[in-house]
């Protein structure tokens, strides 16, 4: 596995800073490339990037396809996003954007070969309504392509002790899930076909670099991270996954 792009990508001290300023969750760069690995991605394909963050998984599709991409987020800057494409020498490739998924989508139906997402559709694709709205925008023959936190199996109304604290917090509780739920919720939408959903394999190395990234004793890159951190080590390894989803649009 040390050929991978992520192995190459992160033995570059100069990108290795990179990803510790810029990841923020678990590495997206590892994410986008297991996801990618179930579907075939061309250089002249457009893919529409929803919740890419800082641009980590842009930059990804970009380095490894050439493919076009549209990075858009709610939360980050795409100035600073732009800035940061040109002096990886790629912003030629990449329209970075400001986007809610939750509204009406600015582009045209069938525009996209792949929708995809890493760390981010859990927050907002929770719902029936989200993958129907989602699919009119890819190509048929296309993909829609997600990868985010989940669980090894539904708490319910069990909720081990030491998540409990976390799950006070309704985002956490309405959003992080099993496989098995999400399943049931991909299975009900019409106009795809499902070509996987499973667990990562990269899950505990996606982790590792990412909480290798914080500092605990001193200062955090964002407000959320103690918290990360202490929802991680009460977790401990038994709980938490990242599931992949992957559905070809017919």
């Not at 929708?115 to 709205?133: C, H, K, Q, T, W």
Request: one cysteine or more; a negative charge.
């Amino acid at each position: 596995m040390n050929n991978t792009f992520s192995n190459k990508f992160i033995a570059d001290e100069k990108n290795l800073a990179l990803l510790k300023e810029t990841m923020w969750g678990p590495n997206a760069i590892r994410q986008a490339e297991e996801l990618s690995s179930h579907f075939r991605i061309t250089k002249d394909m457009k893919i529409l990037d929803l919740g890419s963050g800082m641009g980590l998984s842009a930059l990804y599709l970009v380095q490894q396809y050439g493919a076009n991409v549209f990075a858009t987020d709610l939360f980050a800057d795409p100035t600073e996003n732009y800035e940061r494409f040109q002096s990886l020498g790629i912003a030629d490739k990449i329209i970075p954007m400001i986007l809610d998924a939750t509204q009406p989508l600015p582009f045209a139906k069938g525009y996209f070969d792949v929708i995809f997402s890493v760390g981010a559709y859990n927050m907002f694709g929770d719902n029936e309504e989200m993958l129907p709205r989602l699919i009119p925008y890819v190509k048929k023959g296309g993909y829609i392509a997600v990868a985010f936190p989940g669980l090894k199996y539904d708490f319910g109304d069990n909720v081990p002790p030491e998540m409990q604290p976390f799950w006070e917090v309704p985002e956490v509780a309405e959003t992080v899930r099993g496989t098995t739920w999400w399943k049931d919720l991909f299975n009900k939408a019409e106009g795809i076909e499902i070509v996987t959903i499973s667990e990562m394999a990269c899950h505990d190395i996606a982790w590792e670099e990412y909480l290798a990234s914080l500092d605990p004793c001193g200062e955090y890159k964002w407000g959320e991270d103690k918290w990360t951190l202490d929802m991680k080590a009460a977790e401990d390894g038994k709980y938490f996954n990242t599931i992949q989803l992957i559905a070809k649009v017919l």
